[in-house]
């Protein structure tokens, strides 16, 4: 665990636990809910669509290929793990720096 956040590093890549809120204003960081990066995101879940747009979304503020994250766990839930391959976690939470969140969550990567 690193920070406030529930982040691992595994054999397959970075583990990150989200909480996301599907049918959200726009697609955005959030804060955290329980030790989990929370995410809005613009679209529905329905046909995966919440769960296309969460990887759309990490890839582009993370920097990687759409290809380099998956969901690992909770396809059907709002609590989600993504896994991110070719980052460490510091570098996962450095692309997550205060420019992409909320000044009251800033604290965590300090």
Known sequence: MTGELD?????????????????????????????????????????DAANHAVIRFLASVLGVARSSIAIAAGTKSRDKTVRVRGLSPAQVLARLEPRQVPPAVQKLWK
Not at 18 to 30: D, F, G, S, Y
């Open 7 to 47: 982040i691992r590093e595994t054999a397959e890549g970075v583990e990150v636990r989200l909480h996301v809120q599907p049918r959200a204003k726009r697609t955005e960081i959030a804060g955290t809910h329980n030790r989990a990066l929370k995410l809005k995101v613009a679209a529905p879940p329905v046909d």
